[in-house]
């Protein structure tokens, strides 16, 4: 069944008239900055036509237009994962039509693992790059032009500009800020040792289920992006670690106060930039 990632945005707009200047994507465990938005309206992804169900733990599947500390947003609270058994081009559909709802910033945010020996449990990690290597990628099959070039460039799909401001807002609020190379694989299960020490030696300081195939079909479409990981345990050190799902949610909730704060003034940066 063909994806109508325009129609989906049309049906939204037409109950919709909130006009958001940013798109900030939730990650597992991340969801209290839901609860600093000043609510508008809310849309359940299951209400909108042909669009995936968010089916993971702590994913509660629903667009939030509203204000952030005075800045109109929209929240994807919960996102598709691909390991929930949706193909590529359903998992990218919820940042797709955000994107074709108008804003032209989005902050995507999940819960990884660290692969870097200097991160712990609870180092929040700001995107600079990253690798798509392990997943299909999202932009396989006919293009439409309309969703972004046939052959995008991958040089700078994290804007340096608002790296920048998400350090200057780390520093102004005392929050110890790493920047690293961030690595998506499908999932579910946890990766073993031996795939953590693999996916230092390529190169990356931490791994998660998610993120990188909307970084590539959002910076297609000319998005601006930012990325900020809030690493949950050490997946390079987890031979003698029986890790859960549920723990992970813990640490991202533990977290979580800091990273709001990043989030939240760097968004105010931008819009004032």
């Known amino acids: 069944m063909a994806v109508d990632y325009f129609g989906a945005a049309d049906w939204i707009k037409e109950r919709i008239s909130f006009k958001a200047e940013v798109g900030i994507v939730l990650g597992s465990g991340l969801g209290g900055l839901a609860d600093k938005i000043e609510v508008k309206e809310r849309i359940s992804y299951g209400d909108i036509p042909g669009f995936p169900k968010s089916t993971a733990q702590g994913h509660k599947g629903e667009y939030i237009f509203g204000n952030l500390e005075g800045v109109p947003v929209i929240l994807m609270n919960g996102r598709?994962?691909?390991?929930?058994?949706?193909?590529?081009?359903?998992v990218v559909m919820p940042v797709r039509v955000m994107a074709l709802l108008g804003v032209k910033t989005i902050f995507l945010t999940n819960?990884?693992?660290g692969?870097?020996?200097k991160f712990h449990a609870g180092t929040l990690m700001c995107i600079n790059d990253h690798i798509s290597s392990f997943i299909p990628s999202p932009l396989v099959g006919p293009n439409?032009?309309?969703?972004?070039?046939?052959?995008?460039?991958?040089?700078q799909v994290?804007?340096?500009e608002y790296i920048k401001l998400m350090h200057e807002a780390a520093d102004e609020n005392g929050i110890e800020l790493e920047d690293g190379v961030y690595l998506q694989v499908t999932g579910p299960a946890y990766e073993s040792p031996a795939e953590s020490r693999a996916y230092q030696m390529f190169g990356a300081d931490a791994v998660g289920m998610s993120t990188v195939c909307e970084a590539i079909v959002l910076y297609?479409?000319?998005?601006k992006l930012l990325g900020l990981s809030c690493v949950t345990d050490m997946a390079i050190d987890n031979e003698d670690c029986a890790l859960t799902h549920e723990e992970v949610q813990e640490v991202a909730k533990a977290?979580?106060?800091?990273?709001e704060r990043i989030v939240t003034d760097t968004v105010?940066?931008?819009v004032e930039s």
């Not at 439409?144 to 040089?155: I, K, V, W």
């Open 115 to 117: 692969l870097n020996r």
């Open 80 to 90: 598709v994962h691909f390991y929930e058994g949706y193909p590529m081009e359903q």
């Open 144 to 155: 439409d032009d309309r969703l972004g070039t046939r052959f995008p460039e991958m040089s």
């Open 158 to 160: 994290y804007n340096r």
């Open 268 to 270: 105010k940066k931008i």
């Open 220 to 223: 297609a479409m000319g998005i």
């Open 255 to 259: 977290s979580s106060k800091n990273l």
């Open 111 to 113: 819960a990884s693992g």
